[in-house]
């Protein structure tokens, strides 16, 4: 794929070329979440991106009102609370309800790590109601893996940072000091993370005190991988996002730089732009081709400007959150080119649009405040300086869709007004967190939705 520069007029008749893609809108979609996170973006993304091409699109949420429930481009909600430590055939039963209740064979797209386990061990049993991308059972657990990454990379000679797995605290201290301080810690299994956590999220450990104060916190050795630490003043963060189909001409792939992420240089995408980088599109889908993926995936990459190679951190064999940013020329993103391909319509193949800026208005703000105060913003120049364009993308903001926005700022402005005045006026008071108990799946629209009566699920 090529460049193009990025004019208001081009983005317009873009516009106009996506409504006009040959999709079958016959085919509805399915998006499917196991975890418990009602504000999510990449589900919102999702539905708007299907949705506006006439698509009947059904998502798993937590309740009615959730930003992805609330959007107009939804045709249903399907309320179903999972909390993630159900048991897999449980899981799957709701599934499989979920398609009964659809009525017609669906595309089905997880948009967590804990969905696209289940889905690719259980496809057997899904192809009844669901259309599906054809990928060997166990190969998105290894890929989420960080150990079992890191085993495919060195089979298949493909770079990654120096990583290790212990199985005992006097392991992990001795490869921490092995390795050298500041150390990265990770949760090695991405789908445990709800269960289990060695780390609430990637951390950067820098001192064995500092370690010998996390280990002290865990009740038992949790599943957790001690990993090489690539400094950012001194380093790139790169975004690709691909679509894996059975031939290169449904295959489509997207590169961006990560400019801010929450926490900095440690969290999730605040400010992101895309970019094309022939050299990483192909080192992709070589990669994906060389392990047999088939889907849709999320892979961060770091160029580390002291040897200039790229080193690949995480391969997310699922939707990834800004995958909004990405799209060709018509109109075509990883989510379309899945449901163009799974439903045998042609992909057009036209460059990615290049140049395009990706804002999560609720992380950028504070990301913004944190950058400043930290040295060395050389990777992060393209955030900063200019004021945002109305050709930004933004994770939540739509004039056509405007709810799911209200919604995060309710749900963001609530709780932390609650914790203010917590603090306040009772500051020795914790609340402890309460998890809700699994339910049944049901079904809500924005249109039409009775309360639950007698203790069974609205819509049934």
Known sequence: MGTLTL??????????????????????????KVGSY???????????????????????????????????????????????????????AGVMALGERIGKRAVLLPTDDEGALLVAEHADVLHKHFILPD???????????????????QLHGEAAPRNRTPHSVAELRAMAADIGFPVVLKNDRAWLRLTNPAVASTTLVASMAELEELMASWLSMPSVVVQEYLPHECAEDWIVHVYVGN???????????????WPPHAGVTAVARSLWNADLAER????????????????????????????????????????????????????RALHLDLTGRARPTLPQV??????????????ALAYRRMPGKGWTAGANGTA????????????????????VAVRLGFP???????????????????????????????????PARSGRPSGE
Request: glycine letters at 6%; one cysteine or more; aromatic letters at 6%.
């Open 7 to 32: 004019a208001p007029t081009r983005v317009a008749s873009r516009r106009r070329r996506s409504l006009a893609l040959d999709v079958d809108r016959d085919v509805p979609a399915l998006l499917l």
């Open 38 to 92: 009602p504000i999510h973006h990449g589900s919102v993304g999702a539905v708007r991106s299907l949705g506006k091409l006439g698509i009947a699109v059904y998502a798993v949420t937590e309740d009615r009102f959730t930003p992805t429930a609330l959007s107009r481009y939804l045709k249903a909600a399907l309320v179903w609370p999972t909390t993630g430590a159900e048991d897999a055939e449980d899981l799957l």
């Open 135 to 153: 990928v060997a059972p166990g190969l998105p657990r290894q890929l989420a893996s960080k150990s079992g990454l890191a085993d495919l990379c």
């Open 247 to 261: 031939d290169a001409d449904s295959t489509v792939v997207f590169t961006g730089i990560k400019l801010r992420s």
């Open 284 to 335: 992709t889908i070589a990669f994906c081709n060389a392990v047999g993926f088939r889907g849709i995936a999320d892979l961060d990459w770091r160029l580390d400007f002291r040897d200039g190679v790229f080193r690949l951190l995480d391969f997310n064999p699922r939707l990834g959150a800004q995958f909004q940013m990405f799209e060709t020329e018509d109109g075509v993103d990883v989510v």
């Open 354 to 367: 290049e140049g395009r800026r990706f804002v999560v208005e609720h992380l950028a703000v504070p990301a």
């Open 388 to 407: 945002y364009s109305p050709h930004d993308k933004r994770a939540w903001s739509s004039a056509a869709d405007p709810l799911p926005a209200l919604a």
């Open 416 to 450: 932390a007004a609650r914790r203010l005045t917590t603090m306040i006026v009772r500051p020795h008071v914790h609340a402890d967190p309460v998890t809700p108990a699994p339910n049944t799946p049901r079904t809500s629209t924005r249109a039409a939705d009775e």
